[in-house]
């Protein structure tokens, strides 16, 4: 079998691109490697499967219909993972015409190309970001999701009903997963695990936002990795699953547990809470456990400790 990976030199990517290649399969990467963040990190990220003779890597962007047909037409994948997006809440502020484009229209072209060339199944990575401020919690897959607050969960939220609408109207069996807050080593240098581990380590100061209560469901890499690709093995028609930890950690403690693993107190500075910034975070994973036989492996201390230890060989 085949896979098609979108955005696969980023952080999820490159480990969906890896974790493919070791089980065997034959894997199709497209990539932009655009300068959110320093594209040799996204290089970096693919040192392994550039090695590797069942890789295939395309330097592209979403947005070329035509260029991506041309990869349809000359690999003929079996399935597609979808992960190629723009990411953050605050840059979705800064530039929400982006966000469209690439979140909505790129996503689109790759439906459009998945029906044409016969795709067995499209998954592709929502977000948390698209319950918004929704009071239910934990954050169930039925929520009406009328609580957004930013322009990047409202683009996430707008390609999942691009997916469903294809699935209705084509039949494209398709998966969307909402990830919640992703962390682990490979971290997009730009999310709180990352900003804050590498302050604390360098003695610099952190700003945190707010006064510390909000709550985020930090979710291991390899969980969500794992999570993917059960979907894979999986033949549903239409399906959307939270794949989270379904344990908020408040940013008081979140800090904390950093400071314990690096063994240095942090200098934290006070800002104010920012626009875009919901209170918490926390996924209903009840779906995925009936469905997927899934749930996450690695808890925040275990996670954290391993992160840091792949960090600190970066620096």
Known sequence: MKILVTGCAGFIGSHVTDRLLKKGFDVVGIDNFNDYYDPKIKEENLDQAKKNKHFELY?????????????????????????????????????????????????????????????????????????????????????????????????????????????????????????????????????????????????????????????????????????ILKTLDQSMEFEIINLGNSNPVNLLKFISYLEKIINKKAQVKNIPKQSGDVQITWADINKAKKILDWQPKTQIKSGLGKYIQWLKKQI
């Open 59 to 227: 330097r592209e962007d979403i947005l070329n219909f035509e260029a991506i047909k041309k990869i349809f037409e000359d690999e003929k994948p079996t399935k597609v993972v979808h992960l190629a997006a723009r990411a953050g809440v605050r840059s979705s502020i800064a530039d929400p015409l982006l966000f469209s484009h690439v979140n909505v229209e790129g996503t689109v072209n790759l439906l459009k190309l998945s029906v044409d060339f016969g795709i067995k199944q499209f998954i592709v990575g929502s977000s948390s970001s698209v319950y918004g401020d929704s009071k239910r919690l934990p954050f169930c897959e039925d929520d009406p999701c009328d609580k957004i607050i930013s322009p990047y969960g409202t683009s996430k939220r707008a390609a999942e009903f691009w997916v469903e609408s294809f699935y209705h109207t084509y039949a494209l069996k398709a998966v969307i997963l909402r990830f919640f807050t992703v962390y682990g080593p490979r971290n997009r240098p730009d999310m709180a695990p990352a900003l804050f581990a590498n302050a604390i380590i360098n003695n610099k100061p952190i700003n945190r936002f707010g006064n510390g209560s909000s709550g985020r469901d930090y979710t291991y890499i390899d969980d969500i990795v794992e999570g």
